[in-house]
């Protein structure tokens, strides 16, 4: 009995109401929880391709972290709906904007109707990853072999961010 | 999956289930009898032996009372609130391993509901959306204290989640896993012998540093005193709960009870050996002289009674420190946990490395 | 002022503190006796000169006020309402006599004030009520004590 069909679809419902919710609700608190949802199912579909690792990561990265210092600032901001209505575009914006999403929407059902999967597969096949000891040590693995250079970029990177961001709140209070 | 797997799956989700459900019950009476005694009163002791079915009325009060949604309120979120807060304990026990794996019929149980490669990952990533709950319930409300406490709760959680990650890696470091059930097996190994005393391969032994530093952001994490700010009730009224009432409010006490036992299970798991019997358990098994099924069974259950004994002893210590310690003040707590936690973290992190760098583990 | 003391390294590493902390409270819990009283079964003693619910003191059946007016002369809060009569022996007595509870502050004016010893304050203190309650002389002529 294979029920990960049912899993499937209710996890991409449920994702694709809240991803509406996010776009159609006038209170940016209320859109910023919906997102929380969105990302939440995202992870229910990662964890459903075996990829736990990348399903934890998701929720403790996106939904766990960085919704929270959205909803955080949002809250600290205090945005209300009437200051929103202040930063709506203009007729010509609003056309562009359709415009372009539907051509977006309608290049994405192309690609996925056009292209086939590969026929071959990847170097790293579940049983692969399964003999080598399971997700979290491959991917740990080869970040610190292969990738070890862009991933200390990346967080030197980060770091310069952090930096600037401190920088730039101390020279204004100043 | 076929049947043997699915009933395998339900005994196991019952096991774990009926306790966890009964924990706000059975805590809310070790709280109230506990604290009164060590302000030397006596507590509920009418109904029941020593009061202990105190929580029967209590429930059917929570269950009896009018249960209104105030007009201010944003009203999805508000429902919202307590089951969110609510899920999350429910989803985090079930990749915590209460007794080792047993065969039965050629087959292997594992005895953890769900047996994730990433174990602890899911913990921490499950325990940070803890935090919606509380944010939902202070936002919805419409209400200045609520939002304050959320605020508070929300950074808070955000700058102990930190240092609470990284006190772990030490003890996934130091078993090279990060599999909650492959952890558990690691440290039934013998660290050392002192003459009689034979030391397990704990992980309080090993990294006692990370211990304490999990310890105190378990309680940062699960809001209790010494970090209970969210709620402080002598500034902020009640905090982020102020606006509910009857079953919500009862949701929200359940939560924070079950929150208490996940972290205890986890901090038993993690650094306390897990299902490891107790000593004296092993000779106690022997002198019985089990063999084949009947031995295993009751080898798991000695095991999941050493886990259960683990778990109730830390959330013992959880009341007991709440009526111990007066609450943080708001700077002290962001001072402590970016100032001193993190850093004693991350030299957690580097001592480890070093032990580990000269095999001294 | 903010006065900063200087604190030792062993104080600023918590840890000894707090496990002193529990084992103060954890010896407070198995050790120290408990100061409750239980009560409905076990009571507080007051005192003989505690002043409680109301009684007028009677000898021989016959209440020993005579109506002189003294008590709710001297009460301070007004809840004392004598209505004076003429018993067949053209002796005065009570014919109404009420206190007023909800305004009674229990000072014990009245006893002093009394030169027959009639009205007095009794050791009772258990007075809730579920409604408004204005004693009248049938109730308060019951001898609740032994003053």
Not at chain 1, 75 to 86: C, H, K, V
Not at chain 3, 45 to 67: L, Q
Request: charged share 15%; with cysteine.
């Amino acid at each position: 009995m294979d029920i990960s069909p049912v899993f499937f679809y209710s996890f991409a419902a449920v994702a694709i109401a809240f991803s509406g919710m996010v776009v159609l609700k006038k209170s940016p608190i209320a859109s910023a929880l919906s997102l929380v949802i969105v990302f939440f199912c995202f992870g229910g579909l990662y964890a459903m391709l075996d990829a736990h690792l990348v399903a934890a990561l998701q929720i403790l990265v996106y939904a766990g972290a960085i919704m929270v210092l959205f909803i955080f600032v949002i809250m600290l901001l205090n945005i209300d709906a009437p200051s929103l209505d202040t930063m709506r575009a203009g007729r010509l914006g609003r056309f562009m904007i359709i415009a372009l999403s539907i051509g977006l929407l309608s290049l994405f059902i192309w690609a996925f109707k056009e292209t086939t999967p590969p026929a071959s597969v990847g170097a790293f096949t579940p049983q692969r990853i399964q003999e080598a000891g399971g997700n979290t040590r491959v991917l740990s693995e080869l970040l610190f072999s292969e990738y070890i250079l862009p991933f200390e970029l990346t967080s030197v990177l980060l770091l310069g961010a952090i930096v600037g961001a401190v920088a730039i709140a101390k020279r204004r209070s100043t | 999956m076929d049947t043997f797997d699915w009933v395998a799956t339900a005994v196991k989700i019952l096991i774990v289930l009926v306790p966890l459900l009964s924990v706000a019950p059975v805590m809310a009476w070790v709280e109230r009898r506990g604290s009164a005694l060590m302000q030397n009163r006596k507590g509920p002791n009418r109904i029941g032996p020593l009061g202990l079915l105190q929580s029967i009325p209590d429930a059917i009060k929570f269950m009896g009372k009018e249960d209104p949604i105030p007009g201010h309120v944003e009203k999805f979120y508000y429902v919202l609130a307590p089951l969110a807060s609510l899920i999350v304990p429910f989803l985090t026990f079930a990749v915590i391993p209460f007794a080792s794996s047993m065969t039965i019929d050629g087959r292997v149980i594992n005895f953890q509901i769900a047996d994730l490669n990433v174990g602890f990952l899911f913990i921490l990533a499950v325990g940070s959306l803890g935090v919606y709950g509380i944010i939902m319930a202070g936002w919805s409300s419409n209400n200045k204290y609520a939002l304050l406490g959320s605020l508070r709760s929300s950074s808070q959680m955000i700058s102990y989640e930190l240092s609470m990650g990284l006190s772990v890696i030490g003890i996934v470091m130091a078993f090279s896993t990060v599999h909650l059930g492959e952890i558990a097996r690691a440290q039934g190994e013998v660290l050392m012998t002192l003459g009689p005393l034979t030391i397990p391969k704990w992980g309080i032994f090993i990294q006692p540093l990370g211990f304490l530093i999990f310890l105190t952001t378990a309680f940062a994490e699960t809001n209790r005193l010494p970090f209970d700010l969210p709620e402080g009730e002598s500034e902020l009224v009640a905090g982020y709960h102020l606006e509910y009432g009857s079953m919500k409010f009862a949701l929200f006490m359940m939560a924070e009870y079950m929150n208490m036992a996940v972290a205890s299970g986890f901090i038993a798991s993690l650094y306390f050996g897990g299902w490891q019997m107790l000593p004296g358990m092993h000779s106690v098994l022997d002198v019985l002289g089990l063999s084949g099924l009947t031995f295993d069974i009751v080898r798991v259950a000695f095991e999941a009674l050493s886990f259960l004994l683990k778990l109730c002893f830390f959330m013992w210590f959880f009341v007991w420190v709440r009526w111990t310690l007066p609450r943080f003040r708001y700077d002290q707590l962001m001072d402590f946990g970016w100032k001193v936690l993190l850093p004693l973290s991350l030299a957690n992190i580097f001592i480890t490395g070093v032990m580990i760098y000269y095999r001294w583990y | 002022m903010l006065v900063k003391h200087k604190k030792s390294i062993w104080y600023e590493f918590y840890v000894i503190d707090i496990a002193k902390g529990l084992f103060i409270t954890m010896r407070n819990m198995l050790f120290a006796p408990n100061v409750t009283i239980e009560y409905p079964e076990v009571r507080r003693n007051y005192s003989d000169r505690f002043r409680g619910m109301h009684y007028i003191k009677s000898v021989n059946g016959v209440e020993n006020c005579t109506a002189c007016m003294l008590c709710p002369t001297v009460c301070p809060a007004e809840c004392i309402h004598i209505e004076a009569g003429e018993r067949p022996d053209k002796e005065k007595y009570p014919v109404k006599f009420e206190v007023d509870l909800l305004r009674c502050c229990f000072c014990g004016m009245c006893e002093e004030a009394c030169p027959k010893d009639a009205i007095k304050l009794s050791n009772i203190y258990e007075m809730s009520v579920s409604q408004r309650t204005v004693y009248d002389k049938s109730y308060l002529a019951e001898q609740r004590g032994n003053k």
